[in-house]
């Protein structure tokens, strides 16, 4: 699979992340960090769909490798993508959100600014590390069929 489509996924899961955060903000739940569980959902449908498109492209060779690399490309630019994001709109545009969200943490202490973003950052990448591990069982061709067995003429019969 050409590396632009990988990129194109990647735009798209950025996108999807933006929008949604920029909606619950908009409705004004922004500062309940448990929200923020369901990007690993938007990221989950957006690698499954760069996953899907590897598989498409390359059926009859398709190696689980493809589509491993494939979805930690889209996830990994997706997710620097939505820090960069994030770090502007936190800190530039609404840094009232960044000092609630502040408040909420108060295990870390002062100065938390990199922490969020790191946090941010970390699990994007553990989600994208995670969910290509999910999906492509789904996509992996057994072995375990009839002519295969047939060929390998097993003892027992």
Known sequence: M??????????YIAIALIVYFVAI????????I????FNA??????????IRDVYEYERDQFKYMDGF??????GFVATVIYTIFMAIYLYEINPDLAEAIERQVTIAG???EVAMLLFIFLSGLATTVVVPLVILPLYKRSWNTREVRVKQKPLNQ
């Open 69 to 74: 690399i494939a979805g930690l490309k889209a």
């Open 41 to 50: 959902v938007i990221v989950g449908v957006g690698l499954f769909f760069v």
């Open 34 to 37: 448990y929200l923020s569980f």
């Open 2 to 11: 050409k590396t632009l489509h990988t990129t194109k996924y990647a735009i």
């Open 25 to 32: 903000d908009l409705v004004g739940f922004a500062d309940r």
């Open 110 to 112: 002062e100065g938390i």
